[in-house]
């Protein structure tokens, strides 16, 4: 990937659209844009109205051009961006204009790698931007739109910034003279190690939270056979998503669909019925059930009778076909009819009060993926390390400490590789 290069790429999405927003980024754009304006003097950040042509003068398409000069945008180059009429055959023919005059099209993520090359983002910036431009629910932009405009490398830059200095105070015992240090040095620098393993742990217990706000609260409907899983997943749906029937076995796979329950994105899942059964589709339905179970946030146990089981905070208890049943005797249960809608409501706020018990209050969470989580998870260790098995040797403790920090660094992206950067942008979408 050539850094230099001018690249271009559909910012809106592709489709018919009354606008389609059309993003260059490279050195020295003034002269491109003076020509496509057809005319030499103009302002930076605003907006023309434009006759865009091509090279024999035939008009592409009636446009809005705004020009962003270096270093005020959003890539740290100069960039263009080009408001057409959002039709397939107009954006076609702008990218072939732009294509004639030695531009490319941008890969994943090429525009945001270069405002990081340009010390416009960081990687958690970026990991942001992704769970952003990813974002279904209003509970989802929130999250992430506080991590984009720097939240969580706010945190990550304390906690490089403390371990650093704890490691060259570390590094300096072993230099100089004792008066010649602060106080107590060597305590301090082992208590506040203490409070930074303490803080990232707590950080790494919120993981489930960070999954469950950017990728979903995950919700399971489990129970034996005939017990009106799939009527119930249909009513909190809000329509017919999986197949009813009397007959048993009738769901033999996971059918999911995706809910807003006051702005969390929620993925809701109706099983294969549990039972012992010699059908091979059958029960490798019921294995991905248990699969699921071990995945999932809150799990719903169905029953059709008045079974009375200990229950935990994972799972509530739903005993369905209400109608049926003269006296309810279980009072830690939710009884439900999903035939006429009995108690479904009950059961929402139900699922409301557990969801949210889970996920509200949550402001400080960090956005945590794969890639920062493996990363948070090896900065922890290594300052479990420099805590319990540090004997007086303080060198060894600052190399624990220092290697703590090359984590968190190459989080930020301020230590980074080709393979941490590519894994961080391939996340982005063209355009960005």
Same mark, same amino acid.
């Given at each position: %990937?050539?850094?230099?290069?001018? #690249?271009?790429?559909?910012?809106?999405?592709?489709?018919?659209?009354?606008?389609?927003?059309?993003? #260059?980024?490279?050195?020295?754009?003034?002269?491109?844009?003076?020509?496509?304006?057809?005319?030499?003097? =103009?302002?930076?950040?605003?907006?023309? =109205?434009?006759?865009?042509?091509d090279e024999n003068g035939d008009l592409i398409d009636q446009c809005i051009a705004i020009y962003f000069a270096t270093p005020n945008s959003f890539t740290g180059t100069d960039v263009i961006e080009i408001h057409s009429h959002g039709a397939p055959a107009v954006v076609n023919k702008i990218f072939a204009f732009l294509s004639a005059q030695n531009m490319r099209m941008a890969e994943p993520g090429e525009f945001s790698r270069r405002a990081f090359l340009n010390g416009k983002m960081n990687l958690s910036d970026v990991d942001g931007l992704a769970a952003l431009l990813d974002a279904q629910t209003d509970k989802q932009r929130q999250f992430a739109l506080k991590s984009m405009l720097g939240r969580d490398s706010e945190k990550?830059?304390?906690?490089?910034?403390? %371990?650093?200095?704890?490691? $060259?105070? $570390?590094? $300096? #015992?072993?230099?100089?003279? $004792?008066?010649?240090?602060?106080?107590n040095i060597s305590e301090k620098i082992l208590a506040k190690t203490k409070e930074l393993f303490s803080e990232i742990n707590t950080s790494l217990s919120q993981y489930n939270i960070s999954r469950a706000i950017t990728h979903g609260f995950n919700i399971v409907l489990v129970g034996e056979t005939n017990v009106g899983k799939s009527s119930i997943f249909n009513r909190l749906v809000g329509h017919n998503r999986a197949i009813v029937s009397d007959i048993a076995g009738t769901t033999r796979d996971v059918v999911s669909a995706q809910i807003d329950i006051d702005g969390y994105l929620v993925n809701l899942s109706d099983t294969a019925g549990l039972r012992d059964t010699d059908d091979k589709i059958e029960k490798i339905g019921i294995d991905r059930t248990r699969a699921e179970t071990e995945n999932a946030d809150l799990i719903l146990h169905i029953f059709c009778d008045n079974t009375d089981i200990a229950t935990d905070n994972k799972t509530i208890i739903v005993i369905n076909k209400s109608d049926k049943i003269k006296t309810r005797k279980n009072k830690n249960a939710i009884y439900t009819s999903a035939e006429t809608g009995d108690g479904i409501d009950t059961l929402l706020s139900a699922i409301r009060e557990k969801m949210h018990s889970m996920l509200d209050n949550t402001e400080n969470a960090l956005v945590l993926n794969a890639r920062t989580y493996k990363l948070l998870t090896d900065t922890k260790y290594e300052l479990e390390n420099a805590i319990q098995k540090f004997d007086g040797n303080y060198d060894i403790f600052a190399e624990h400490v220092r290697t703590a920090a090359d984590n968190i660094g190459k989080i930020l992206g301020t230590i980074t590789a080709n393979d941490i950067m590519d894994a961080t942008f391939s996340q982005l979408c063209l355009g960005k």
């Open positions: %990937m050539n850094n230099t290069d001018t #690249i271009f790429a559909l910012s809106s999405g592709f489709g018919k659209s009354g606008v389609g927003v059309i993003r #260059i980024s490279g050195d020295n754009l003034h002269d491109f844009f003076a020509k496509i304006l057809g005319r030499k003097k =103009f302002d930076a950040r605003h907006a023309y =109205f434009c006759n865009l042509r990550y830059n304390d906690w490089r910034e403390q %371990m650093v200095e704890i490691a $060259a105070y $570390a590094a $300096a #015992i072993l230099d100089y003279d $004792a008066d010649d240090l602060p106080k």
